[in-house]
């Protein structure tokens, strides 16, 4: 009995540890009568880690003041390798590092509420290799955003990023990137 409560707690730890989020962003669009199109995007390492996506992903819908208004269970359709953009024609990419996005898109019915919603989503770890966070495998991630309060914006749609930072720059080379958002 010992030899299975081991294992099965041994089980337990391997799989708790997802090492593969490096990054993510969410983003809504009113589609009027208090509908909104709520999307999760989510960058994965392709190598190191290699956890599932969360089928289905576990996006949570707050009031102002934290209390979980309504949980969207939204299912994985599948995932795309990110291209690699250079931002100096004379680097030659290295062949190990790879980023994966899956999009996770869902609608949600969310009457105006005094101080608006915050969605969020959760997810632990962060990728084992990452050299500027302690203990990554113990640090996970929270991508959310606010759909402010109805007085001071009705159908509302958030910013989105014009574009994507590239996967790789060059040491003592600069670098400029725009991280502008359109509204």
Do not use: W
């Not at 109805?150 to 790789?168: G, H, I, K, Q």
Request: proline fraction near 8%; include cysteine; glycine fraction near 8%.
């Amino acid at each position: 009995m010992r030899k299975f409560i081991f294992g099965v707690l041994a089980f337990l730890s391997l799989t708790g540890s997802a090492t593969h989020i490096v990054g993510g962003e969410i983003y809504y669009t009113c589609l009027g009568n208090d509908n909104y199109q709520i999307t999760l995007k989510l960058y994965r390492d392709c190598y190191n880690g290699q956890a599932p996506y969360d089928n289905p992903a576990s996006i949570g819908v707050y009031d102002i003041n934290g209390t979980l208004i309504q949980n969207l269970l939204v299912n994985y359709t599948g995932s795309d390798t990110m291209p690699i953009t250079l931002n100096n024609p004379c680097f030659i990419p290295p062949t190990n590092v790879c980023v994966e996005e899956a999009i996770y898109t869902t609608t949600a019915v969310l009457p105006p509420i005094a101080g608006g919603y915050v969605i969020t989503y959760q997810r632990c770890c962060r990728n084992s290799t990452i050299l500027n966070i302690v203990n990554p495998l113990t640090v996970g991630s929270t991508i959310s955003i606010t759909i402010p309060d109805p007085t001071l914006a009705t159908c509302n749609s958030s910013p989105r990023y014009d574009s994507l930072p590239p996967l790789f720059m060059c040491i003592g080379t600069p670098f400029v990137f725009n991280h502008a958002a359109t509204d």
